[in-house]
T-cell receptor, first 113, second 109 residues
Framework: DTGVSQDPRHKITKRGQNVTFRCDPISEHNRLYWYRQTLGQGPEFLTYFQNEAQLEKSRLLSDRFSAERPKGSFSTLEIQRTEQGDSAMYLC???????????FGSGTRLTVV | KNEVEQSPQNLTAQEGEFITINCSYSVGISALHWLQQHPGGGIVSLFMLSSGKKKHGRLIATINIQEKHSSLHITASHPRDSAVYICAASPNTGNQFYFGTGTSLTVIP
């Protein structure tokens, strides 16, 4: 296990389609975070899991967005009925516990056309 | 007003120069992180600080808790240091980072 893996690296989709991204955290990390980053901006928090429990969701996460971490290992982030404003880099990070170091994945770049 | 402010937003340096990037934050924190993001998007965690100073190779990070200020220094800069450097604060409460908007560094040979 060499780090946090995200799949796919790039996704181009037509407006209105659904997309799903996957994040595989470092295996012993029980905390998993999703962030969204638009061009020229710092990442924005979307949601956070501790094991399989989704403990916090940002107001940015509209009802078109859903995230799961069913077995407390990998996580998926689904966007339904994509809009052009959803175009961004979606970053996943994991951590062993609060105040431990965080490891980020390489991100999934979504382009909605 | 953002919880985390970084300066400068953009920085161009000649190879070999000493570089400083500044970060100020307005929330109580448990830790302050410096991250590096290369073109293509992947983020690498450089430092996590709660006090004092840390050094890794040519990179040095300092934090002044009383002044709510941190700096990232790069000594003997090199073109491969060209990246976006992001300051992020882990607040005392809550489970998320507050991110600065990043400093885009270009080191010219």
């Amino acid at each position: 296990d060499t780090g946090v893996s995200q799949d796919p690296r790039h996704k181009i989709t037509k407006r209105g389609q659904n997309v799903t991204f996957r994040c595989d955290p470092i295996s012993e990390h029980n905390r998993l975070y999703w962030y969204r980053q638009t061009l020229g901006q710092g990442p924005e928090f979307l949601t956070y899991f501790q094991n399989e429990a989704q403990l916090e969701k940002s107001r940015l996460l509209s009802d078109r967005f859903s995230a799961e971490r069913p077995k407390g290992s990998f996580s998926t982030l689904e966007i339904q009925r994509t809009e052009q404003g959803d175009s961004a880099m979606y970053l996943c990070a994991s951590s062993l516990a609060a105040n431990y170091g965080y490891t980020f994945g390489s991100g999934t770049r979504l382009t909605v056309v | 007003k953002n919880e985390v402010e970084q300066s400068p937003q953009n920085l161009t340096a000649q190879e070999g120069e000493f570089i400083t990037i500044n970060c100020s934050y307005s929330v109580g924190i448990s830790a302050l992180h410096w991250l590096q993001q290369h073109p293509g998007g992947g983020i690498v965690s450089l430092f996590m600080l709660s006090s004092g100073k840390k050094k890794h190779g040519r990179l040095i990070a300092t934090i002044n808790i009383q002044e709510k200020h941190s700096s990232l220094h790069i000594t003997a800069s090199h073109p491969r240091d060209s990246a976006v450097y992001i300051c992020a604060a882990s607040p005392n409460t809550g489970n998320q980072f507050y991110f600065g908007t990043g400093t885009s560094l270009t080191v010219i040979p």
